[in-house]
């Protein structure tokens, strides 16, 4: 069995936790920051998990995360 290619783009994007879930941050936030409230960017700076239906496409792209 040959060794599998690890997606880049994935592998700068998604990080894996402890438990085996995969951490991302979040879009709309590289810009136009001025229209958007204190809230809303505080908000989208968190980190959040990738969600349960997603998880196996990333796990794919990802194989030695």
Aim: hydrophobic share 30%; charged share 30%; proline share 5%.
């Amino acid at each position: 069995m040959p060794k599998l290619k690890t997606h880049s783009g994935a592998a700068k994007r998604f990080k894996k936790t402890g438990t085996g879930k995969f951490k991302r941050g979040q879009s709309k936030m590289r810009h136009i920051l001025t229209s958007k409230t204190n809230k809303t960017k505080s908000k989208l700076g968190r980190i959040v998990l990738v969600s349960k239906a997603d998880t196996p496409k990333v796990a794919r792209m990802l194989p030695y995360a």
